[in-house]
């Protein structure tokens, strides 16, 4: 089983539509956790982080930890084309921890 | 402005020679990494560098080298023993260790390797 697991997708959606990503982890020790997104052939960049539970709302975008569950996931509301990227989540135990990355999920979003 | 500068963008080498990707950043932070990015495989870390002069093997590193001899500048090559290098490479770096934000990695834009 691999540490992070995401669905690679793709997924593709309508303009507009409520997004849902998602991030699986085998690691209970885990506790900070990040979304990066990926244009095609550009570096990621960081888009949320949260530490421990709970939500985070940043605009448009929604963080949520449920270390219960080991589950994560980032919410788009009113997704719109400029969303169209691969998404990665990332976690580390603690702040001087290797971050593992997930595969990314690639998403579209049709306008 | 801060950041994280890779160069070159795109790079072609023949089999069987060295190739140097740099990597540059502003941004005063202590920790820098190499990482690989292959189709459907996420990134996997090949080296990575809390302080000058000091850096550790990540889970891919054979077949690459590094060096940390300036805090901003954390270069790496890739070598004729690496038998898959074309692939995207970024460099990243975060402010290490830091309590408020855990470890969070900002990366460059990334070189394309491609071997001919």
Redesign the interface.
Known sequence: QKEVEQD?GPLSVPEGAIVSLNCTYSNSAF??F?W?RQYS??????LM?T?SSGNKEDGRFTAQVDKSSKYISLFIRDSQPSDSATY?C?M?V??????I????TSLSVIP | DGG?T?SPKYLFRKEGQNVTLSCEQNLNHDAMYWYRQDP????R?IY?S?IVNDFQKGDIAEGYSVSREKKESFPLTVTSAQKNPTA?Y?C?SSK????F??????????S?LTVV
């Open positions: 690679p506790q900070y990040m990066y052939r550009k570096g990621p960049e960081l982080y530490y990665l990332a580390s603690n702040s001087y921890d290797k971050v990355f997930g595969p990314g | 994280i890779q459907g495989q996420g990134l870390l990575y809390q995207f970024l990243a290490y260790p830091d309590p934000s855990g470890n969070t990695i900002y990366f460059g834009e990334g394309w």
